[in-house]
């Protein structure tokens, strides 16, 4: 059984038009909006589309939304996508193919088109890139909120989301760091029906941190090692030009040798935690 999870925030034009399409889609599956304390129509809309709607009482978050969605939903596959209208039900039966493919969770990818403008897609670059080179293998889209996933397999994780927006983040490296196969499909995402509810100026220092959690969620200390070895460097560069001009070992060298020990620390320690989170899962 399918089940499809739509997490929805004042998003009833939209879901008027994506309701209906989705039914004629997917016409077996069990449909649950997941209505993050919307003040629009939204429960009016579902009632009329005959969908299963969990009501949460006031806004908890996208990833709150999903973690609901997940629990409740009875299908052994879950797919999970945007209630704005940016992905197409039609793209559903790709992600699911590659399931049979033996994937266990397949990731509309998105073109550059499809990026919700051009800030929103210099950073999906630098996340993609960064994700590829801590995991090895080719991210094409860290953040596509349209994915599919085998049930069993995504609730290991719900403990690890977050209530916000990075769910697909998270989930794509918790997949990743436990050894379960992920493919990508390419989509064509359409615009929006409605207003962002993405704040450039709030958000900016959320998807800066999005780059250090993809890190710590894989491999902690292919982050922590680096930059420990760039403070051991810099410390000894001010101890070979301070012992050759003034004949001693300065405070800033001291410093930035300790710097370089913690951080080496700090990045060891954060390995042994990561590996004790996936420990049930292994």
């Known amino acids: 059984m399918l089940s499809i999870i739509l997490p929805a925030k004042n998003e009833s034009a939209a879901l008027a038009d994506l309701l209906p399409e989705l039914r004629a889609a997917q016409s077996q599956a069990e449909i649950i909006v997941v209505n993050d304390g919307s003040t629009d129509d939204t ?18 978050g996208n990833g709150a939304a999903i973690k609901r969605g997940a629990r409740e939903a009875q299908g052994d596959v879950l797919v999970f996508m945007d209630g704005d209208g940016q992905h197409d039900p039609a793209d559903i039966a790709r992600l699911v193919a ?23 897609g210099v950073a999906n670059t ?28 995504f609730r290991e994780f719900l403990h690890l989301l977050p209530n916000g927006f990075s769910y697909p983040t ?35 220092v959320r998807f800066l941190l999005i780059i250090f959690k993809i890190a710590t969620l894989y491999s902690p200390l292919k982050l922590f090692a680096p930059a420990s070895v760039v403070f051991f ?11 050759i001009n003034d004949h001693r070992l300065t405070n800033m060298s001291v410093l930035l040798f300790s710097a370089s020990v913690i ?20």
């Open 43 to 60: 429960a009016a809309v579902c009632a009329a589309n005959g969908v299963k709607m969990l009501t949460q009482p006031y806004s908890m």
């Open 98 to 120: 590659k399931l049979d493919e033996g994937y266990d969770m397949a990731v509309g990818a998105r073109d550059w088109e499809g990026q919700a403008g051009v800030g929103r």
């Open 126 to 153: 630098i996340y993609n890139w960064l994700a590829s080179r801590m995991t090895g293998f080719k991210v094409a889209d860290l953040t596509s909120g349209f994915r599919a996933a085998r049930a069993d397999k």
């Open 170 to 204: 998270t989930s794509t490296m918790a997949f990743f760091r436990s050894a379960y196969a992920v493919a990508y499909v390419p989509i064509k995402a359409a615009q929006r029906i409605g207003k962002s509810h993405i704040r450039p100026l709030r958000d900016g």
């Open 263 to 282: 951080v080496f620390l700090i990045g060891l320690i954060s390995e042994q935690i990561t590996a004790l989170m996936y420990k049930a899962q292994a």
């Open 233 to 243: 460097v810099l410390g000894l560069a001010r101890y070979l030009y301070t012992f």
